[in-house]
């Protein structure tokens, strides 16, 4: 097998490049995945993106990002559930069979965590049914817990397997993402049950470099520049039954003044060094 038969490439690892350009420079650099983000395929259209993909031979792994579920306002509430829906839309036409949920934060004026992840829940009992009728599987992914005010109530592997496990596990399950988790010592664990279940939809890579930047949305270091053993979490997932793609998503304004390709074939080749052979 192939050093990269598993490896994926997330679009916003090499934001700075096109559509069409990504398929290009996967295609010339024998990487046949990737990760995209909702954005850029609207901006491109997602027919259109389907089609790109397809004539570069190109597989679709996942599609970033559903969610924001969290919203006590009934008309916000409707809203995010409409998005959604366009979001499983979306998911089906590009031919990938995992959206990526990033459950929202907490509503202006809440303190409730708890009431925000119940509001999650009811949202996943309409969402659930309508994905799995296109084909396409929910993957709630834990954020740091540093995110949990704005962007996701959801902080460990746990909490997310608490809401995934109310549905089938062919509609819902969780993304792993070691930025997200490698610190959490209850989180090899949680793989293993999330395996056990066949419930690992997505696995995400990203180390934990330090200082972290101003803002820390961006501040997702390249595999090997920081603080996770790689190798280790490939160990985890594995063990728990997932053969699945192994996407690196990098959020990292230093790799994005560089040249994209450049950059891909970086990724590439730390993706071999760090998770294939654990050097």
Not at 237 to 245: I, L, R
């Amino acid at each position: 097998m192939s050093d990269l038969a598993r490896f994926s490439i997330n679009q916003m690892t090499v934001r700075q490049l096109s559509l069409p350009e990504l398929a290009d420079a996967c295609a010339r650099s024998g990487v046949g995945r990737v990760g995209l983000w909702r954005e850029p395929v609207q901006e491109y259209g997602p027919e259109q993106t389907a089609k790109l993909i397809r004539d570069a031979g190109l597989t679709v792994t996942t599609l970033c990002r559903g969610g924001f579920l969290t919203a006590i306002d009934p008309q916000a509430r409707a809203a995010a559930l409409a998005d959604n829906r366009r979001a499983v839309d979306e998911a089906a036409t590009l031919g990938t069979d995992t959206l990526v949920l990033v459950s929202g934060g907490l509503p202006a004026g809440s303190k409730d965590l708890r009431a925000a992840r119940e509001r999650i829940a009811d949202a996943l009992t309409e969402l659930a049914p309508y994905a799995e009728e296109h084909g396409v599987r929910l993957a709630i992914e834990p954020l740091h817990p540093m995110y949990a005010s704005d962007r996701c109530v959801v902080s460990t592997l746990a909490q997310a397997l608490d809401l995934a496990e109310r549905f089938p596990a062919h509609q819902v399950g969780v993304a792993v993402d070691t930025y997200h988790v490698w610190w959490d010592d209850q989180a090899p664990a949680q793989i293993a049950r999330a395996g056990a279940s066949g419930r690992i939809h997505a696995f995400q890579l990203a180390d934990w470099t330090t200082p972290l930047p101003e803002g820390v949305l961006n501040g997702r270091g390249q595999l090997g520049d920081g603080a996770i053993d790689m190798r280790e979490w490939k160990t985890y997932v594995d063990a728990a039954g997932y053969t699945g793609p192994i996407e690196v998503e990098l959020f990292n304004e230093g790799l994005w003044s560089r040249d994209g390709r450049a950059v891909l074939k970086e990724t590439a080749k730390r993706f071999v060094q760090h998770v294939i052979r654990g050097t």
